[in-house]
Nanobody
Framework: QVQLVESGGGLVQPGGSLRLSCRASASGFRFNAMGWYRQAPGKERELVASITPNGRTNYADSVKGRFTISRDNAENTVPLQMNSLKPEDTAVYYC????????WGQGTQVILSS
């Protein structure tokens, strides 16, 4: 059973930074494109950042230049560095494969509040 465990969320002021982490207990992790998704209240879940097995990254326009996704294939982790946070970044953040989703983890909540 694959497990995805997200952590690192919290309450932060606009303009601040957070670093999220995801650990995947999945064999073959290094062969999969991974992504960070978020779901804001009342909205559908969206993919905001992804990284291919060889490290190529892609970002939604809304986070481009502010978020940085990376991966550590030795540790099966996918960090997401979030800078210059905005109120509209408030959401529950999840990681998962980009294709053929695993069961979702519990996510980690990010709340922007001044």
């Amino acid at each position: 059973q694959v497990q995805l465990v997200e952590s690192g969320g919290g309450l932060v002021q606009p303009g601040g930074s957070l670093r999220l982490s995801c650990r995947a207990s999945a064999s073959g992790f290094r062969f999969n494109a991974m992504g960070w998704y978020r779901q804001a209240p009342g909205k559908e879940r969206e993919l905001v950042a992804s990284i291919t097995p060889n490290g190529r990254t892609n970002y939604a326009d809304s986070v481009k230049g502010r978020f940085t996704i990376s991966r550590d294939n030795a540790e099966n982790t996918v960090p997401l560095q979030m800078n210059s946070l905005k109120p509209e970044d408030t959401a529950v953040y999840y990681c998962n494969r980009v294709n053929s989703l695993y069961p979702w983890g519990q996510g980690t909540q990010v709340i922007l509040s001044s």
